[in-house]
């Protein structure tokens, strides 16, 4: 079993940034990818950005060159960083870790973007 808590929503101005973390504990030896979702009122949950346990990185188009995805030195940790913010980014942001065992999501964090 593998438990996620995401911290670093709030609320932002229209261009500023903003910093998530996601700290996962537990079985934390068996996780592969780590990743960010979000999910807008009305909206279906959505890829942000995912980054293996090799590191290499994907990103939804909407982010790209404004969100960053990095994972700790221990690996049970990953942060996004994101610059730029904009309006349509507002959504509440859930951590995800894949396992042999099992796909894990945290308890989201909102991320309001004022215009």
């Known amino acids: 079993q593998v438990q996620l808590v995401e911290s670093g929503g709030g609320l932002v101005q229209a261009g500023g940034s903003l910093r998530l973390s996601c700290a996962a504990s537990?079985?934390?030896?068996?996780?592969?990818?780590m990743g960010w979702y979000r999910q807008a009122p009305g909206k279906q949950r959505e890829l942000v950005a995912v980054?293996?346990?090799?590191?290499?990185?994907n990103y939804a188009d909407s982010v790209k060159g404004r969100f960053t995805i990095s994972r700790g030195a221990a690996k049970n940790t990953v942060y996004l960083q994101m610059n730029s913010l904009k309006p349509e980014d507002t959504a509440v942001y859930y951590c995800?870790?894949?396992?042999?065992?099992?796909?894990?999501w945290g308890q989201g964090t909102q991320v309001t973007v004022s215009s």
């Open positions: 980054i293996s346990s090799g590191g290499s990185t």
């Open positions: 537990g079985t934390i030896f068996n996780i592969n990818d």
């Open positions: 995800n870790a894949v396992s042999w065992d099992g796909n894990y």
